[in-house]
């Protein structure tokens, strides 16, 4: 595996916390790693075209300077080359594709199992064996990083690695809802229709992020059914089983609780050490178990953790010629566990899951000229949880939201108060959002 690869993932997940989703898709997630020359002290990226690299160029050089330097402890001068222009092919195959060799690793074989997961992992290696057979759907559900994306591709891949003809469609809940908005906005809900009911396999992570959103709940719903009926596969995962995501439709709610329901609980000190040892492996860095055990009783209850960790001790003796030892480990843990704390809540953070429940735009949230009561609603329900998630004065909650009055907020905040005192519906609306916007 190159190991300036590794070091990408991390610096990926660096910028990522520090931009919107939005940014983060359209600008960083499109640079592909060349070649890291460590006598000069250059890091060597490949963009699409030449205004993707006059944009990262002008506006995300400081960004990557500052990811660089947090990974490697060192600075490093950014050489932005430009790919040429590729075909289009003239056919591509639908979803299938979405489980790609990106995700070489997302297999059973790599998939540490121990108490916490064996169950999930049974569940998943029998669905993988014998689709729409042994259970559908499969429903997973646990707190982050602890490898129910890992279990939902090795699904994918080894159904593909055993029938290349399944047409295989993986797709995170709040992409799917961002889908459905632009089909709409594009009058391709046709397209958008086909491409996830002609599906044989239909993989949907964090499914809890469709809740409260009901033009989305309606088209997945329909999506479900159509799959479900056809005897297509369905897997989902969550941070939550489906009774705890109050925002869902019953009738979602009991599709998803009609067969298995599987959990995946953080991984006892054993499970941590066999984790840790299979990546050191699949990066090629030797850890001593004196280092093994010291990163697993310090990292306790995600595993994302533990292979960062692995990943970066890698970059670490790369860079520095010696072998990882407990205080190169102690240095890097300190470094994870302070990159891990979740970014500061921002109001285009909160604006944005708004506008996706409420299938508006943030423009329209901020305007101070659309007032038609669905994005009226949106905009005090985004006003109340930024009151709620932030520390902004009531005068600053007010120019983010159209340059308005203080007293505006305060009557707005006084008015979401009252209503979800009395709807519960609407009181679990908001909860459900708040956790959206923690858990992102």
Not at 35 to 63: E, G, K, M
Not at 165 to 180: A, M, R, V
Not at 431 to 437: A, F, S, V, W
């Amino acid at each position: 595996m190159n190991s300036f690869d590794d070091a990408w993932e991390l610096i990926c997940t660096y910028c990522k916390s520090k931009i919107t989703d939005v940014a983060y898709n359209t600008w960083i997630s499109r640079i592909k790693p060349v070649n890291l020359d460590f006598d000069s002290n250059t890091a060597y990226l490949s963009v699409p075209n030449d205004f993707h690299r006059q944009t990262i160029a002008r506006c995300y050089i400081p960004l990557l300077n500052e990811a660089f330097e947090a990974i490697f402890d060192t600075k490093f001068n950014i050489d932005l080359k430009t790919e040429e222009k590729q075909p289009e092919p003239v056919e591509k195959k639908p979803a299938s594709d979405d489980i790609s060799d990106e995700n070489y690793e997302y297999t059973f074989e790599t998939f540490i199992v121990g108490s916490s997961n064996k169950f999930a992992h049974a569940a998943c290696l029998a669905v993988a064996t014998n689709p729409s057979k042994a259970y559908n759907p499969l429903f997973l559900y646990g707190n982050s990083g602890l490898g129910k994306t890992h279990l939902l591709h090795a699904i994918g891949n080894e159904i593909k690695k055993n029938d290349p003809s399944k047409i295989i469609c993986y797709i995170k809940g709040d992409d799917f809802t961002n889908e459905l908005i632009e089909s709409l906005r594009l009058a391709k809900m046709a397209e958008f229709r086909h491409k996830y009911r002609q599906a044989d396999i239909l993989l949907v992570d964090d499914v809890q992020f469709i809740g409260g959103k009901e033009s989305t709940q309606e088209e997945f719903f329909h999506t479900f059914n159509a799959l479900y009926e056809a005897k297509k596969q369905i897997v989902l995962t969550s941070d939550r089983p489906p009774k705890e995501i109050k925002t869902l439709d019953d009738r979602l709610r009991s599709r998803f609780e009609q067969d298995l329901i599987a959990d995946i609980q953080p991984p006892d000190l054993e499970t941590r050490i066999a984790i840790i040892k299979r990546k050191a492996e699949l990066v090629d860095i030797e850890l001593s178990n004196d280092v093994c055990e010291y990163i697993a009783s310090k990292i306790k209850a995600n595993i994302r953790q533990l292979e960062g960790t692995v990943k970066k001790l890698k970059a670490k003796s790369l860079l520095n010629n010696e072998k990882p030892t407990i205080s190169s480990a102690q240095e890097v843990i300190s470094d994870i566990l302070n990159n891990d704390v979740p970014p500061e809540v921002t109001v285009e953070r909160i604006i944005e899951e708004v506008a996706r429940s409420y299938g508006v735009s943030a423009d329209e949230i901020r305007s101070q000229k659309n007032r038609s009561a669905n994005i009226s609603n949106a905009r005090h329900i985004a006003i109340y949880i930024t009151r709620e998630m932030t520390t902004l004065p009531m005068v600053s909650i007010g120019k983010e939201f159209g340059d308005r009055h203080y007293s505006t907020i305060i009557y707005t905040i006084s008015k979401v108060q009252k209503m979800m005192e009395k709807d519960q519906k609407i009181k679990e609306l908001i909860e459900d959002t708040i956790k959206n916007i923690r858990d992102r």
